[in-house]
């Protein structure tokens, strides 16, 4: 949908993602924690947020970095609006196909007797 919508194409996405993404539970446990903190004590919430503080800076400057390297996004030119859809339709159909009982999927006879 982005690449529809915008023509960028993130070429650094799945590095990112493996970087950042593990510390993102840490920065809502500790923000939800500077919240409740907050809301008993105004003091211990400020002083419990700076703990959330690290892990939210951590991911804001690690997006920063990896937006920053050479190449890691390229323009693509726009497209029509059925390749997208197609696109869409081919991920749901895989998804539902491989939901689907191994007994009833068609072309697999190996298995039936």
């Not at 446990?29 to 409740?36: C, E, Q, R, S, T």
């Not at 703990?51 to 690690?62: N, Q, V």
């Not at 609006?81 to 197609?86: A, E, F, I």
């Amino acid at each position: 949908m982005i690449l529809y919508q915008f023509g960028n194409l993130s070429t650094i996405a799945p590095l990112a993602n493996v970087v950042l993404l593990p510390v993102v539970p840490y920065a809502m446990l500790f923000g939800a924690v500077a919240l409740v903190g907050g809301m008993a004590y105004l003091p211990l919430g400020q002083w419990l947020a700076t703990i959330a503080y690290l892990f939210l800076a951590w991911l804001t400057e690690g997006a920063h970095f990896f937006a920053a390297l050479p190449y890691a996004a390229v323009q693509l030119p726009p497209f029509p609006l059925w390749v997208l859809l197609g696109y869409y339709a081919i991920v749901v159909g895989a998804g539902l196909w491989n939901q689907l009982p191994e007994a009833i999927q068609p072309g697999d006879m190996a298995h039936t007797r």
